[in-house]
């Protein structure tokens, strides 16, 4: 069973589409993240919820708009999508806010702005 | 300055060679530090912690300095299998724990 999955894997859209990727976690932990992996690779974190609760919200535009609707599901909404937001999307869970260091990756939605 | 900076790559080696990465970061309250591995186009996995007596998983060694805020890994006896992206990866806390990634450094090891 996997861990961390997410949906799509792949997406391809237009400039000024909205578009969602969805997120769940079936290890039981209390905390899940967005991260964004751009074309030069780095990783870097977008948001963070523990127990449904918005903790981390890094410097993203307000286009992207998370949701946790429990614990088990972080899902990210983008608006207005731009070719700078291609990238691949990955989402992670660990078991709590203090622990970041036992997170699992989901595999990653590779997303194609043109 | 970056916040967590790696040696470039990638690393082209043989098979049973030894190769070391090297990582600097620059928060210096950072607490915790790992190594993390990535294959091509796959999503990042923990590789080991790093602790600061330095620490040995197999073939692999991780060694920490803070004292220069420096950070290695250490492959022995290579295989095809350990070719991937190693990402040096920071544990800090602002507010919240946050993990800071490195930009990877690539590993090919050929035949």
């Known amino acids: 069973d996997t861990a961390v999955s997410q949906t799509p894997k792949y997406l391809v859209t237009q400039m000024g589409n909205d578009k969602s990727i969805k997120c769940e976690q079936n290890?039981?932990?209390?905390?899940m993240y967005w991260y964004k992996q751009d074309s030069k690779k780095f990783l870097k974190i977008m948001f963070s919820?523990?127990?449904?609760?918005?903790?981390i919200n890094e410097t993203v535009p307000n286009r992207f708009s998370p949701k946790s609707p429990d614990k088990a599901h972080l899902n990210l909404h983008i608006n207005s999508l731009e070719l700078g937001d291609s990238a691949v999307y990955f989402c992670?869970?660990?078991?709590?806010?203090?622990?970041?260091?036992?997170?699992?990756f989901g595999q990653g939605t590779r997303l194609t702005v043109v | 300055r970056k916040e967590v900076e790696q040696d470039p790559g990638p690393f082209n080696v043989p098979e049973g060679a030894t190769v070391a990465f090297n990582c600097t970061y620059s928060n210096s309250a950072s607490q915790s530090f790992f190594w993390y591995r990535q294959d091509c186009r796959k999503e990042p996995k923990l590789l080991m912690s790093v602790y600061s007596s330095g620490n040995e998983d197999g073939r692999f060694t991780a060694q920490l300095n803070r004292a220069s805020q420096y950070i290695s890994l250490l492959i022995r006896d290579s295989k095809l299998s350990d070719s991937a992206t190693y990402l040096c990866?920071?544990?800090?806390?602002?507010?919240?724990?946050?993990?800071?990634f490195g930009k990877g450094t690539m590993l090919l090891v050929s035949p």
């Open positions: 290890l039981g932990h209390d905390t």
């Open positions: 919820y523990n127990n449904k609760e918005l903790i």
């Open positions: 990866v920071v544990n800090g806390y602002s507010g919240y724990s946050t993990l800071t």
């Open positions: 992670a869970s660990s078991l709590g806010a203090g622990e970041p260091r036992w997170s699992f």
